[in-house]
């Protein structure tokens, strides 16, 4: 019954743009935080962004920090990742995860996978010429 599907991935070209959407249902979404995660071939799975549902806090990975905002829409029970300025080195499938807002405003392990309880299927996102 709770569910999180990604959406709007896609290939696109380097310096080209693309939104991901993490539509919820079954529960709402403002009681969460909600973090972005992207695991290439071969790589583990690692942190993107991650927004709080208490004061709206967003938080980045270096890799990506100036380059994609995360936002959320509680009317629309959907968070976003806007990702501009893409690289080849962006290229994996895209995740997005639901977790007990304690993970930012307790533990701070917002990149951490193992802390949260609900996963999106995966969109994937492919940067290339």
């Known amino acids: 019954q709770l569910q999180l599907v990604e959406s709007g991935g896609g290939l696109v070209q380097p310096g080209g743009s693309l939104r991901l959407s993490c539509a919820a249902s079954?529960?709402?979404?403002?009681?969460?935080?909600i973090g972005w995660f992207r695991q290439a071939p071969g790589k583990e799975r690692e942190g993107v962004s991650c927004i709080s549902s208490s004061d709206g806090s967003t938080y980045y990975a270096d890799s990506v920090k100036g380059r994609f905002t995360i936002s959320r829409d509680n009317a629309k029970n959907t968070v976003y990742l806007q990702m501009n300025s893409l690289k080849p080195e962006d290229t994996a499938v895209y995740y997005c995860a639901a977790g007990p807002n304690t993970i930012v405003v307790v533990t701070t392990a917002y990149f951490s996978p193992y802390e949260y309880d609900y996963w999106g299927q995966g969109t994937q996102v492919t940067v290339s010429s």
């Open positions: 079954g529960f709402t979404l403002d009681y969460y935080a």
